[in-house]
């Protein structure tokens, strides 16, 4: 006997598949990898925390 599928789950889980490995291509052609979450907040941290330059000297 044949598994029973449900075409709907078929074809979500394909589509997600699909979209998947688009977005994997696109990464690999802009030179980007997955986003760090945290990388903003420590940018953030960082700038308030950095000293200004002295402009002129005195």
């Given at each position: 006997?044949?598994?029973?599928v449900?075409?709907?789950k078929?074809?979500?889980?394909?589509?997600?598949?699909?979209?998947?490995?688009?977005?994997?291509?696109?990464?690999?052609?802009?030179?980007?990898?997955?986003?760090?979450?945290?990388?903003?907040?420590?940018?953030?941290?960082?700038?308030?925390?950095?000293?200004?330059?002295?402009?002129?000297?005195?």
């Amino acid at each position: 006997m044949a598994e029973i599928v449900n075409l709907n789950k078929a074809r979500k889980a394909a589509d997600r598949t699909a979209r998947r490995e688009k977005a994997k291509e696109r990464r690999a052609q802009r030179g980007a990898s997955r986003p760090d979450p945290n990388a903003r907040r420590r940018e953030r941290e960082l700038d308030g925390k950095r000293l200004d330059e002295p402009t002129d000297g005195a």
